[in-house]
């Protein structure tokens, strides 16, 4: 890390050693966020995000320290530890239990062999305390004009602090420290800058991602989204011998509403359905997924639900919709459905074969009469 042995300024290197550390972690996470949704597995991103960020700086932390125990001139990279600490703390949010955080400091002090100094029990404290207020300032100053400001304060602070613990143990020149010092508000600039850009792109891509698998109209998944999960279920399904079932209804004589009372009138009422049956399916189970397949045709994917299983949602849903009135203006729009529900059978060799025999099922609740249910 000196000029004689790298040929180019330590704090080009160090921007470039922190932007790869920083990108790393990106692209393996979203690898990992990547196969928790398509193999459906019950762990939420933000539980994958909390453990693989404090893995992965762990493992960085200790990884750079075994490269320097036992050197006089380790506290060189103390800014890389304190960028990945922060980076953890602020803009992963990570929340670390003190009775967590305090052993791993302490395995950490036992690695290095510095736990038998004074001067490495204060700067634990000192960055114990430097984690748990990054936590707090952004949970409550995150939505603030100044959070900018707080975020370079806190830092400015606690890593003034922490390099005068590192000038107490190594009897560092007060130039060192201030130059070392002026280097991590340099890095803390450059991850604030690098991380929020990464940020927005990611919700960029969210929105753009929402926009494709939504309805626009009715905030339900579309047939692109029933598409790929009704594949990736109907894959388990086979795979583990796990039940899955569909109900299928569409709203009877919709033509009707968009015909008599115009456009709007048959967009409020499929926003009203949609509302109703995501409402019943939210007091339910969240695993079952609700989507519009057509213009008044919705689905809903039981994953794990035999037909049996399914019916005490599915006349649910059924009373709900057919005791709703919707007031359009001055008019009152009574609306009903047909349902028509069946599981997965060995017989269907693709997930079509599935949709196609709940289809038929719908439309022999149609021919009969309409407002029922066929299994």
């Known amino acids: 890390m000196t000029w004689t042995s790298w040929q180019i300024s330590p704090f080009v290197t160090s921007m470039f050693f922190i932007l790869g550390m920083l990108a790393l972690y990106w692209l393996t996470f979203n690898g990992l966020s ?121 830092g400015a602070l606690f890593g003034g602090w922490l390099w005068c613990w590192m000038q107490l143990k190594f009897n560092l020149s007060w130039r060192s420290i201030t130059l070392e010092w002026l280097y991590l508000m340099s890095f803390e600039c450059l991850l604030y800058a690098y991380v929020s850009m990464l940020s927005q792109d990611s919700e960029s891509k969210l929105q753009l991602a929402k926009f494709a698998s939504h309805d626009a109209l009715t905030q339900t998944e579309n047939f692109a989204a029933y598409t790929g999960a009704v594949q990736a279920l109907f894959t388990k399904s086979q795979h583990q011998h796990q039940p899955l079932s569909m109900m299928m209804f569409d709203i009877d004589h919709f033509k009707i509403f968009n015909d008599t009372y115009g456009h709007l009138a048959g967009d409020r009422v499929l926003q009203q359905v949609a509302m109703v049956v995501q409402t019943v399916i939210n007091e339910n189970d969240p695993a079952i997924k609700l989507y519009r397949t057509g213009g008044e045709e919705f689905n809903i994917l039981f994953p794990g639900y035999t037909v049996a299983d399914t019916q005490s949602v599915v006349t649910q849903i059924f009373l709900a919709i057919n005791h709703q009135e919707i007031l359009f203006g001055d008019h009152q729009l009574e609306i009903s459905i047909s349902v028509g529900v069946s599981d997965l059978t060995v017989s269907d060799a693709t997930p079509l074969d599935f949709y196609n025999r709940v289809d038929k099922k719908l439309y022999q609740s149609k021919r009969n009469g309409r407002m029922q249910i066929t299994y």
């Open 34 to 154: 990547y196969l928790i949704r398509t193999r459906h597995l019950k762990i939420s991103i933000d539980t994958a995000n909390n453990w693989y960020g404090v893995i992965y700086m762990i493992v960085f932390v200790f990884g750079i320290q075994l490269l320097v125990i036992g050197n006089k001139d380790s506290w060189q990279f103390m800014n890389f530890q304190l960028t990945a600490m922060i980076f953890c703390a602020y803009f992963l949010n990570i929340r670390v239990p003190y009775y967590t955080f305090f052993p791993i400091v302490i395995v950490y002090m036992l690695f290095n062999e510095s736990i038998g100094y004074w001067e490495s029990w204060g700067q634990a404290i000192t960055l114990a305390l430097f984690f748990f207020t990054l936590n707090t300032i952004r949970t409550k100053f995150q939505d603030s004009r100044w959070v900018f400001a707080i975020y370079i304060a806190v």
